[in-house]
């Protein structure tokens, strides 16, 4: 590159504060510098001809002013267009050229930058190079908490460039706008000084004020004490604030009924009447207040996928020890509960069997849907809404009240506690060795639904049995022999009714949605599902479908929700929970960098490209933050390594492209090889196994797995005593 066809504008010039013409990184050093902030002295190199400040002498005199004649090194840096803006920061996407020595290495490293460009606008920025004892990044806001009140500092001994690379984690400290630590680095040395946050912190105060929001600020302390502001850009992805009181949700109650997305009707249809029998059970019960049960749904759904109120449902403690044992609710309510409870205890499997016996009866007087008029479709569909209310009132309260049984009959006793889960895995496994096809297995014995999850697609649902099922049964004998439906225990029962409940109304509603495409009204039958209930019902009477229909879409896949999390501004933000006595922890724990809830397929990012979204999604499990990594960032699912800093420039931004971001987790490569399914909590820091790498996994590996998988229970209704009724 020709020194003559270059100019030189410097910090301390008055044009340097425009970022059109010098890009926003050297704009925001001259700002600062013009403030009074602590900037080193610099200029900016523009690939144009600008007079009076062009030409080959006025460059080399603008170098050896800073350089003090060449005998001080310098460092060359980007400041192009679009780099360190408020909608993008492009952190680390450029290069960056340190300890630069001599006119001629100075040539080299300014065509260097240039070149990374790619033709940009902007400048290249140069200052001296400072050997600093200590450095680091320095956040005006708490990105990944979404808190305003807090500053996060993360430091290194010399200068921050190995920090902001993603090579070494550092040590973060948070503090508040007026300097107070709150929080200090426990596994790592004390990097700053208490007097040196102080000053930080007071430095994030004047960058927010001269800039107008917080900043993402790069410092150095040099060998004197002097504090140094080498970079100030607006911070970007910042997390949104959970607000106050938010109920702290949680998949893991209802999952297992509804491991996937939702659509509107299936909402309608399933998750309306979870929510309602769950909530009479509750009330029942004594077990949660009644003002609670009556302003919020037990039962919701986030981005489609099933979410359940875990305080109500007494699936957490509560935070404080001593009222996790206390009940709330008045002493009239707690003795009514307590009675009505005594007599559950005595009645409860009587009503079970009773209530089985009708939903059977009741079942088997449903003609085929094809034989069926529109209204008798539609009265089936809104029976079994009715029917699965209650249900699962019966099913929870059975679950809390009752021990294991043989069945549901009126006495309980002392059986095995067989679940329908492990009599289908057992029907399963006989009908293959006697040679049966699974749809002919499925016809004859409609307890193999409880491995399937319920669904309004038009598709067999034995062509739903995982993969993992099937290799589980494929030896003889290891699921022991068929005992029948009615060697179930009560709650086992009643949920094997509701799961046939759930399937004939997805009979009903394929038949319908079949009828309304042959009269026009539907362009396929899977648009039924975008329909809510009520909608259904009002185009019955009117023939009309509602407004703007057509533009609907159905629910996109999105990622698993994480196991504990609080809403901000609709999305979900993990919270981490005190875990409950015989859950084990999660698979790797390491610091949440931001961007939300993932899960895919580990790739070690050599490999191949990454599998493509949504099926395939990729996580990438790395050992450093490489920047040169960045180029894939947008079609990733996650990304987990081993060292860094939420505040690196490759975890800046992965949190801009909404990536998923764990770092900090030392042995991740090894922990999550390429293959294995994980899911990635970028708030929480917690990387959990999904399912291993098919190389990885032996039989008893999968067949543990599924039975353990298929074993699981919903959590009951918290039994009356565990409440405070006695």
């Not at 952190?91 to 001599?102: K, M, P, W, Y």
């Not at 400048?123 to 990105?143: C, N, T």
């Not at 009615?486 to 799961?499: F, I, K, N, S, Y």
């Amino acid at each position: 590159m020709e020194p003559d066809l270059l100019s030189v504008v410097s910090l301390r010039d008055r044009r340097a504060v425009d970022p059109e013409l010098v890009g926003a990184k050297a704009a925001g050093l001259a700002r600062s510098a013009a403030a009074g902030l602590p900037v080193l002295p610099g200029f900016a190199v523009l690939p144009r001809r600008l007079p009076p400040s062009a030409g080959g002498g006025v460059l080399r005199a603008a170098w050896r002013e800073v350089s003090r004649g060449g005998t001080r090194p310098v460092v060359v840096r980007s400041s192009f267009a679009g780099e360190d803006e408020a909608g993008s920061s492009m952190a680390g996407r450029f290069e960056t050229v340190l300890d630069v020595r001599g006119w001629e290495e100075f040539l080299r490293a300014v065509a260097t930058v240039f070149a990374s460009g790619d033709g940009r606008g902007g400048a290249v920025l140069v200052q001296p190079m400072l050997h600093a004892v200590a450095g680091g990044v320095v956040f005006g806001v708490d990105p990944v908490a979404g808190r305003a009140d807090r500053v996060l500092v993360s430091a290194v001994r010399g200068g921050p460039d190995r920090l902001v690379g993603g090579s070494v984690r550092g040590a973060l400290y948070a503090l508040t706008p007026r300097g107070r630590v709150v929080e200090r680095p426990r596994d790592a040395p004390q990097v700053l000084r208490r007097a040196q946050l102080w000053r930080l912190a007071r430095l994030a105060r004047r960058t927010r004020e001269l800039f107008g929001g917080p900043q993402d600020m790069e410092f150095g302390f040099d060998g004197d004490g002097t504090l140094w502001l080498f970079q100030s850009r607006p911070v970007t992805a910042v997390a949104p604030r959970v607000p106050r009181g938010a109920r702290l949700l949680g998949p893991g109650p209802v999952a297992e009924t509804f491991p996937g997305v939702l659509q509107p009707l299936e909402e309608d249809l399933w998750l309306a009447p979870m929510s309602h029998g769950l909530t009479l059970a509750l009330d029942i019960a004594g077990a949660a207040p009644r003002r609670a049960l009556r302003t919020v749904p037990l039962v919701t759904t986030v981005d489609g996928r099933a979410a359940a109120d875990l305080r109500l449902l007494g699936a957490v403690p509560h935070p404080h020890p001593v009222l996790s044992h206390v009940n709330p609710a008045p002493g009239a309510r707690r003795a009514s509960a307590a009675w009505r409870v005594g007599r559950l205890r005595a009645a409860l499997p009587g009503l079970a069997a009773d209530l089985a016996a009708d939903t059977d009866r009741q079942l088997a007087a449903f003609p085929p849907p094809a034989r069926m008029l529109g209204g008798q479709l539609l009265a089936a569909l809104a029976w079994g809404r009715s029917a699965l209310s209650a249900l699962h009132a019966q099913e929870s309260l059975a679950g809390a009240l009752l021990g294991p049984g043989p069945g549901p009959g009126p006495e309980p006793g002392s059986g095995s506690g067989t679940t329908g889960a492990s009599e289908a895995l057992a029907v399963l496994a006989e009908g293959r060795r006697r040679g049966l096809g699974d749809h002919a297995l499925l016809v004859r014995n409609p307890v193999l639904l409880s491995l399937v999850p319920p669904s309004l697609a038009d598709e067999e649902a034995w062509a739903g049995f995982p993969a993992r099922t099937v290799r589980t049964v494929g030896a003889a004998g290891r699921t022991g022999m068929p005992r029948g439906v009615g060697a179930l225990p009560a709650r086992e029962a009643l949920r094997l009714r509701v799961r046939w409940v759930q399937e004939m109304q997805a009979a009903m509603a394929r038949e319908l949605a079949a009828r309304w495409c042959a009269d026009g009204v539907l362009d396929s039958p899977a648009r039924l599902a975008q329909l809510r209930w009520d909608e259904v019902l009002e185009h019955s009477r009117t023939g009309a479908l509602p407004d703007g229909f057509e533009a609907r879409v159905p629910r996109p896949w999105t990622p698993p929700l994480p196991a504990a999390f609080r809403l901000a501004e609709g999305r979900p933000v993990a919270e981490r929970i005190r875990a409950a006595r015989g859950e084990s922890a999660s698979e790797g724990q390491g610091e949440g960098a931001g961007g939300g809830i993932g899960a895919g397929t580990v790739w070690d990012g050599t490999h191949g490209e990454p599998p493509e979204p949504p099926e395939r999604a990729a996580v990438l499990v790395v050992r450093t933050l490489d920047p040169a990594l960045a180029t894939v960032l947008p079609r990733l699912a996650g990304l987990v390594a081993e060292t860094g800093s939420p505040l690196s420039h490759l975890a800046v931004l992965a949190r801009e492209y909404g990536v998923p971001t764990v770092v900090g987790l030392p042995g991740a490569t090894e922990r999550f090889p390429p293959g294995t399914e994980v899911s990635v909590d970028g708030s929480g820091g917690t990387v959990e196994i999904l399912a291993p790498a098919p190389t990885a996994q032996t039989p008893q590996a999968a067949q543990t797995e599924q039975t353990a998988q298929t074993e699981q229970t919903r959590p009951p209704v918290p039994p009356a005593e565990t409440v405070g009724v006695t």
